[in-house]
């Protein structure tokens, strides 16, 4: 018997229409273009603005699109899985949210919390699932409405996040194309260096953790840094030689885009050439699960079936990944972008 494999058939994503600029930051914190552009490589990230907007609402509206995209009823649909770590509420998930809004009524649906590598992470399970034959449409989500959880008065991360989601179909096939293979990590010497404090189980809101902004991402940015380079790079390495694939046989590097200066890393380490690494952090920041598949969205008309690709990501925990996918589809369809 052939070997079932589980590939993406459809992607959409969606960023909120308002654009925060690094000059408009410099109106709010003490900083400038120049020093978030050279130490990061952003110059604007997209703002879910309004009151009573969760990331559901980008999330809906990306499998609406994916919906049309892949010629979806929604009755099809097995599973719909979120990796956010900014669900709208602590329950229920935004998966189930999602699902309701766009009329999604047979699936089972759930969040899951993986930071920035929630979808590597989520490519994984979903793949899993799968191959074990009982699934036949699942669809993947990840993103997050990092503007929820960012401090604006805090000038050493907030010209880092913005807000995005994007969303994957994902379908069994008994040709060689999908998700080849995955290498997941985690580490909990991330703990301290990368968290938010406050708003879970031990630590739930009180005036005292608002007052002292511990609902926000803290981060001790040089860890984080050195961390991400060293294993972003590994990982990538380890699963381009465990395939066999030198670096002529990748067609595309997609790095999660934390800040200019680790990817920069990870192409020197891995030794890339640039031209085959999407990059698009200028223009939306770091929108954590939701870099990855907004790299994908926005390289679809260029992608061909049978690409290499490489997906890596970092993120807390401490959490790592990498996937080797081979690209399912030529170009894009029923696109409405
Ligand atoms: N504008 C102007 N000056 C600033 C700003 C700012 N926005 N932020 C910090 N500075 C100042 C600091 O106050 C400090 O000044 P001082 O020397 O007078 O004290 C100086 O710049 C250097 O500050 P550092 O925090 O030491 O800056 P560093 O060189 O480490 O750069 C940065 C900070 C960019 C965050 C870096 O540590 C980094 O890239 N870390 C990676 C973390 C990351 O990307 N996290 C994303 C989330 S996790 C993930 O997605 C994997």
């Known amino acids: 018997m052939r070997r079932l494999n589980a590939v993406i058939t459809g992607i959409a994503a969606k960023v909120p229409d308002y654009i925060l600029t690094n000059k408009e930051l410099s109106t709010i914190v003490d900083t400038s273009d120049e020093w978030i552009m050279t130490r990061v490589g952003i110059r604007e990230r997209r703002i879910l603005k309004d009151e009573g907007q969760g990331i559901s609402v980008l999330g809906t509206s990306a499998v609406k699109e994916l919906l049309t995209k892949t010629n979806t009823v929604p009755e099809e649909v097995d599973a719909v899985i979120f990796a956010t770590s900014t669900p709208d509420h602590i329950l229920p998930s935004a998966a189930a ?33 799968i191959r074990t034959g009982k699934y036949k449409k699942i ?115 997609v790095p999660h885009q934390a800040n200019m200066r680790i990817i920069d890393a990870v192409i020197d380490r891995t030794g890339l050439p640039r031209e085959k690494v999407m990059i698009n952090i200028e223009r939306y920041g770091n929108t954590s699960a939701g870099t990855i598949p907004l790299c994908l969205w926005e390289w679809e008309p260029e992608l061909k079936k049978g690409d290499n690709i490489i997906l890596v990501a970092f993120g807390a925990g401490f959490s790592w990944g990498s996937v080797f996918l081979k690209w399912g589809y030529n170009g894009t369809a029923n696109d409405n972008r």
């Open 97 to 129: 949210i999602v699902a309701e809004n766009n009329g999604i009524k047979n699936a089972f649906c759930f969040d899951m919390e993986v930071a920035c590598s929630g979808f590597v992470y989520g490519l994984e399970i979903c793949s899993s699932l």
């Open 139 to 253: 669809i993947l989500l990840a993103g997050d409405k990092m503007s929820s959880i960012t401090n604006y008065k805090d000038r050493t991360t907030c010209p880092l996040f913005g807000d995005a989601a994007g969303a994957v179909m994902i379908e069994p096939t008994e040709e060689n194309t999908g998700v080849m293979d995955a290498e997941l990590h985690s580490d909990g010497v991330g703990y301290l260096p990368l968290q938010v404090k406050a708003g879970g189980s031990k630590y739930p809101a009180t005036h005292e953790t608002v007052g002292d902004a511990q609902h926000t991402v803290y981060q001790d940015g040089r860890v984080v840094f050195k961390h991400a380079v060293l294993r972003m790079a590994e990982v990538s390495l380890n699963i381009m030689q465990r395939n066999s694939l030198s670096v002529d046989d990748v067609d595309w590097l």
